[in-house]
Nanobody
């Protein structure tokens, strides 16, 4: 079992930056691929970014490429999402996710989820 806790959300003006963190507990963090998803009001949850166990493979949604960066620190059992050049359409609840398979994170539904953190970008 893996417990995920997100932090770092908040209110920011368009063009600003935020850094989300997701800390984990439970089984060994390094065996899991990690990802970030988001859900805007009235919309389905969507994939944002995913990273493999060793950070050797990274994927982004087209909507965030060049603006968001996912990274992880296995020693600290933490995954990060650096968000730059934020836009009002980035406003959503952001969720951290974990799965043994990066393919599952990118294409399907991961096994483990955090509770989410709100990101609001004002225009």
């Amino acid at each position: 079992q893996v417990q995920l806790v997100e932090s770092g959300g908040g209110l920011v003006q368009a063009g600003g930056s935020l850094r989300l963190s997701c800390t984990t507990s439970g089984r060994t963090f390094s065996i899991y691929a990690m990802g970030w998803f988001r859900q805007a009001p009235g919309k389905e949850r969507e994939f944002v970014a995913g990273i493999s166990r060793s950070s050797g493979s990274i994927y982004y949604a087209d909507s965030v490429k060049g603006r968001f960066t996912i990274s992880r620190d296995n020693a600290k059992k933490t995954v990060f999402l650096q968000m730059n050049s934020l836009k009002p359409e980035d406003t959503a609840v952001y969720y951290c996710a974990a799965d043994l398979s990066l393919d599952t994170i990118v294409v399907h539904t991961p096994d483990y989820w955090g509770q989410g953190t709100q990101v609001t970008v004002s225009s």
